[in-house]
């Protein structure tokens, strides 16, 4: 039954995509397992020696990983630009990961299993929507783009509000929720926009690569918040009782 299912999957993946579109694809996410891979050994790097301040997250990692995104984004895609780019790749990636330790060291002194909790559930999250983006008709979910959009403005619009008013901490909240369906909904729309970009000319699947590492690090930023956030909740409600 497994084996049939998975010709059944397999078949169904070849007719809907074109071979140059499954190559590309074999690359953007060759390219975002490498861009992970980096990002995790810099978040274990910077927990695992504190006191190493060139490894620690601050100014400069925030303005290098958008200089590098800059960069990355300016630089022409060509074989000969490639290795610089591949580097300004893993660089940012390395800015990335670094820039999660301090929620990282906070999750962890209040329950290391949620980080395990959280990667597990990240990529099931993130499996599912690009399978589901993949096996979809061409360009169902590209529509979502304007209402994605529009969501992040109203939830930045929601912030500045908030500071004038002192609901921080409520809108604070509904944003983590609303950021987490917000990233779902990106995983959709970047992997059908690759396709559609892929068949029309556009090769440059270091670039593609990026839309969905930044995919992937906002859920799992936002569901270690939510797990976090929970288990306090349960921890203060036991107290309680």
């Not at 590309?24 to 891979?37: I, M, P, R």
């Amino acid at each position: 039954m497994d084996a049939q299912f998975a010709r059944k999957f397999v078949n169904t993946f070849q007719s809907k995509l074109e071979p140059p579109v499954r190559s590309h694809l074999k690359n953007v996410y060759a390219c975002l397992t490498l861009s992970t891979l980096v990002s995790g050994l810099a978040a274990w790097l910077g927990l695992a020696y504190p006191n190493v301040g060139l490894i620690q997250p601050g100014f400069l990692t925030q303005i290098g990983g958008v200089g590098l995104l800059i960069g990355l984004m300016a630089t022409r895609n060509s074989k000969q630009n490639q290795p610089l780019r591949m580097g300004m790749l893993a660089g940012l990636a390395y800015c990335i990961g670094t820039n999660l330790v301090p929620l990282l060291d906070v999750v962890i002194q209040i329950d290391p299993s949620i980080v395990v909790t959280a990667l597990l559930s990240t990529s099931v999250v993130f499996i599912s929507f690009s399978m589901c983006a993949l096996l979809s008709n061409r360009g169902k979910w590209l529509f979502l783009g304007a209402p994605l959009l529009s969501l992040m403005n109203v939830m930045l619009l929601l912030t500045v509000v908030s500071l004038f008013t002192g609901s921080f901490a409520a809108v604070y909240n509904v944003n983590i929720y609303l950021g987490l369906l917000a990233m779902c909904g990106f995983v959709l729309f970047d992997t059908q926009l690759i396709v559609e970009k892929r068949l029309m000319g556009d090769d440059d699947f270091i670039a593609h690569s990026v839309d969905l590492f930044i995919d992937l690090v906002g859920i799992f930023r936002r569901l270690l918040v939510i797990l976090t956030k929970k288990e306090q909740d349960n921890r203060n409600k036991n107290k309680r009782e």
